[in-house]
Each structure stands twice: as C-alpha cells, then as structure tokens.
C-alpha cells in the first residue's frame, strides 16, 4: 500500500463537540454516540495509509482500518438493516468470510473512511426521522428492536473500539488521548 497524505490535520482536538451535562434521553444517546464518532475519528487523523493498515497490537489482527471497515458495517447493520429495515448489502462481511472487516485490508483505508462517514450520516438521518420507542423488524433475531436498544448498543460498539484504537494508535506512533 502505499504511502498517502495524512487524511485529517493532526490539530483536531477543539473539534469534538462537547458532551451536554443536562438534556433528555434523545440528547444524551445522540449527543454521546457523535462524541463517540468524533473521538475514533480523532484516532485516524494524521496517519498515513500504511500506519492505518498497521497491526500493531500482535498477535491480534486489528488495525485501525480495520476498524474502519467493522464501524462502516455496523452502523449499516443496526441502523439501516435491523432497525430501518433496508434491504442493503453487508459492506464487509460474507457468511464464508465473517471477519473480513479485520482481515482483508485490500481497499484503501481513506475510501474506507468515506464509507464510514457515509454510513454515519445515513444513521444519523434514521435517528432523526424516529422515535426512541419505534421499533424495527430484527431479521437477523426475528425479533422487534427499539431504537433506544440500537443506540445503546452502538454507545458500547463505539467505546468498546476507542479503547482498541487509543491502543492501536500508541503503538503506531505514541499518540495518546483525544
């Protein structure tokens, strides 16, 4: 792979909105799910495509494209095809291939972020178009699923793989925090 410009300036700390300490239930979720967003967006910003297809925790296979690709995925999976009901592709995974997401880095990391970003955009718009309390069709559990359930949820995806990239990202070139 090789070497690409740095896909975001590595000065993005002021960036991040800041977490309400008061709000209701609707608030809270939303707001801290793009908190969430923006801090493993700040975990990719100033690397190259290689120290993104690093796996630099061994003998694991994560790297941060790869979780690029996983929380593409992830956001299609719940928002869009267990909450929203679309009738979408999976973007990484086959049923013969389960962790593609981690293991086949074989696109680029940047146009992987794009995806990301666009999947983000397109959960963001379900949220807003729905009610805590609606409910989807779960295909995959043949069961209904709230969006307050697919939210919270995503809350645990999202700080579950910060501290996966905050490791990721030390080791890659020492950068701690965000």
Not at 31 to 42: A, G, I, K, M, N
Not at 52 to 59: A, D, H, K, Q
Not at 88 to 117: G, K, Q, T
Request: hydrophobic residues 40%; proline residues 4%; aromatic residues 10%.
């Amino acid at each position: 792979m090789a070497d690409t410009p740095q896909f975001f300036s590595p000065d993005l700390e002021g960036e991040r909105t800041e977490r309400p300490l008061v709000g209701d239930e609707r608030t809270m979720l939303t707001s801290f799910l793009d908190w969430h967003r923006e801090t493993f967006r700040l975990k990719c910003a100033g690397l190259t495509a290689e120290q993104l297809s690093t796996r630099s925790v061994e003998p694991s296979s994560l790297s941060l494209h790869g979780l690029i690709r996983h929380l593409a995925g992830t956001e299609r999976w719940w928002f869009r095809m267990q909450f929203a009901g679309e009738d979408v592709d999976h973007l990484y995974y086959a049923d013969d291939d389960p962790d593609m997401d981690f293991d086949r880095l074989d696109d680029d990391p940047f146009e992987a972020m794009a995806v990301w970003e666009a999947e983000c955009a397109r959960s963001r718009e379900i949220v807003a178009a729905a009610d805590l309390e609606d409910v989807g069709r779960s295909w995959r559990y043949e069961k209904p699923v709230s969006l307050r359930r697919v939210l919270v949820h995503m809350l645990a995806e999202y700080a579950r793989h910060n501290g996966h990239a905050d490791l990721l990202r030390e080791r890659i070139d020492g950068a701690t925090g965000h």
